[in-house]
């Protein structure tokens, strides 16, 4: 299987500050990495597939970037509903695998 | 509008078969290039990929469960389902299904509510 390990672990970050969540495959995934925002309660919602590509309906303060075995999820400008825990997937080979998560909070 | 809704016991004892439906909408899965998968979460814990099943009726599982899980779709193609054997306590999470967004991007881009199942004697 492919691992897939995401730092850090948590973060805290100020209303406007940008943030950073890197994810790094155990082999090349060519570009096959979606992430994912979940809140409390709710399921998973898809921000990012194909490592750079924004979902519809997603503000544009998310952006993805990355090849090969390094990808990461950008928030430009943190803001109060970006507080949750994020994923990221690998969709490259059976059995698709995510991350451990990312837990974000609001300082 | 494409929905997906979960359904299960709930509750189950150990050793017990589990069998879960999703029922969804606004998409068939005989159209080409659509897939359905079950995932599922430990409370407070990350995602794990369960099963999926595609518009050809091919199925693909996760090895380290594949002797336990069976995944089906009916003939209208509008539910996919989930048998798991032999439940045990580490089988307790919310089970979701998912429909990806597209076949060259295998990312789920809709997700089910999720349904808890507790197994516990």
């Known amino acids: 299987d492919i691992q897939m390990t995401q730092s850090p672990a948590s973060l805290s970050a100020s209303l406007g500050e940008t943030v950073s969540i890197e994810c790094l495959a155990s082999?090349?995934?060519?570009?096959?990495l979606a992430w994912y925002q979940q809140k409390p309660g709710k399921s998973p919602q898809l921000l990012i597939y194909?490592?750079?590509s924004l979902q519809d309906g997603v503000p544009s303060r998310f952006s993805g970037s990355g090849s090969g075995t390094q990808y990461s999820l950008k928030i430009s400008g943190m803001q109060p509903e970006d507080e949750g825990v994020y994923y990221c997937?690998?969709?490259?080979?059976?059995?698709?695998?995510f991350g451990a998560g990312t837990k974000l909070e609001l300082k | 509008q494409v929905t997906l809704k979960e359904s299960g016991p709930g509750m189950l004892q150990p050793s017990k078969t589990l069998s879960l439906t999703c029922s969804f909408s606004?998409?068939?899965?005989?159209?080409?290039?659509?897939?359905v998968s079950w995932i599922r979460q430990p409370s407070g814990k990350s995602l794990e990929w369960l099963a999926a099943?595609?518009?050809?009726?091919?199925?693909y599982y996760n090895p380290s469960l594949k002797s336990r899980l069976t995944v089906s779709k009916d003939t209208s193609n509008t539910q996919v389902f989930l048998k798991i054997t032999s439940v045990d306590i580490a089988d307790t999470a919310t089970y979701y299904c998912?429909?990806?967004?597209?076949?060259?991007?295998?990312?789920?881009?809709?997700w089910g509510q999720g349904t808890l199942v507790t197994v516990s004697s």
């Open positions: 082999e090349g995934i060519s570009n096959s």
């Open positions: 194909g490592a750079s």
């Open positions: 606004g998409f068939s899965l005989s159209t080409s290039g659509m897939v």
């Open positions: 099943i595609d518009w050809d009726g091919d199925k």
């Open positions: 997937q690998q969709g490259y080979k059976y059995p698709y695998t």
């Open positions: 998912a429909r990806i967004l597209t076949i060259a991007a295998i990312s789920f881009a809709y």
